[in-house]
């Protein structure tokens, strides 16, 4: 495995997928739901209000399982990403994400009930990639 043309091909899933869906855990129950990433190298960041169930289900298991690409490829490449989420509401993270999302579901970058949802891999799959063959796993500590 060539790890510099799965991480190069893992980015190109990244930047041009950002609906994807993200499920979570909750007393031992799968909740899935569609979210919008947008990612900083490998790191993806969504927003969602203080008070979704997500928050809750994430302040008492941390780990969440991503699935990203697919439609938005044209080799219908598709990525499943194992990863624990970090609840951020510091301004300087939240400004870069307004920046970068639309603003469908908050009115104000300073609504008190707005936060980020911070995404870091634990492992990476990258599926469907023809140029790769089967199915290639990065893994990070």
């Not at 930047?15 to 947008?38: C, D, E, W």
């Not at 927003?47 to 008492?60: G, H, L, P, Q, Y």
């Not at 690409?69 to 970090?86: H, P, Q, W």
């Amino acid at each position: 495995m060539n790890k510099e043309k799965v991480l190069s091909n893992i980015e190109n899933v990244l930047n041009q997928s950002k609906i994807g869906v993200l499920s979570t855990a909750h007393n031992n129950v799968p909740n899935s739901r569609y979210m919008v990433f947008y990612n900083d190298d490998l790191t993806l960041y969504t927003k969602t209000s203080i008070n979704s169930t997500k928050v809750t289900e994430f302040e008492d298991n941390p780990k969440a399982y991503i699935l990203l690409g697919y439609d938005d490829t044209k080799n219908r490449s598709f990525l499943e990403i194992d990863a624990i989420v970090e609840i951020i509401k510091d301004k300087e993270t939240i400004d870069w994400l307004w920046e970068k999302q639309d603003k469908t579901y908050f009115e104000s970058k300073e609504d008190p009930d707005l936060c980020v949802l911070k995404v870091t891999p634990k492992a990476i799959k990258i599926m469907n990639d023809g140029a790769l063959g089967t199915p290639q796993t990065i893994t990070f500590d």
